[in-house]
Nanobody, 120 residues
Framework: VQLQASGGGLVQPGGSLRLSCAAS????????MAWYRQAPGKQRELVAT???????NYGDSVKGRFTISRDNAKKMVFLQMNSLKPEDTAVYYCYAYALGLPQWVIGDYWGQGTLVTVSS
């Protein structure tokens, strides 16, 4: 597993969670990183992206509530989620565009997903 996501769980509406994703030692030259999510019965959708220069972009449904950040030295990406709503319930996946070793493959890498449930 090249990306390991953590931090999901059950939270009440209006609450907060912070997701973390750590890249393995085999991922290098990491460019864009992102969080996507997939709710039951729906397609995977973009939540937020962040470039290696820390330029960010957000899906319309999370703007003003979620914040993406990264630590390049630790090869990690984070998602701070505030004012959570039941419709935020989904499996959240982290993503990186990077060079993967030992195959020397530059491309898309995905984490295994972490479940976020927003319910009272």
């Amino acid at each position: 597993v090249q990306l390991q996501a953590s931090g999901g769980g059950l939270v009440q509406p209006g609450g907060s969670l912070r997701l973390s994703c750590a890249a393995s030692k085999n991922l290098h030259q990491i460019k864009d990183m992102a969080w996507y999510r997939q709710a039951p019965g729906k397609q995977r959708e973009l939540v937020a992206t962040i470039t290696s220069e820390n330029r960010t972009n957000y899906g319309d449904s999370v703007k003003g509530r979620f914040t993406i950040s990264r630590d390049n030295a630790k090869k990690m990406v984070f998602l701070q989620m505030n004012s959570l709503k039941p419709e935020d319930t989904a499996v959240y996946y982290c993503y990186a565009y990077a060079l993967g070793l030992p195959q020397w493959v530059i491309g898309d890498y995905w984490g295994q997903g972490t479940l976020v449930t927003v319910s009272s």
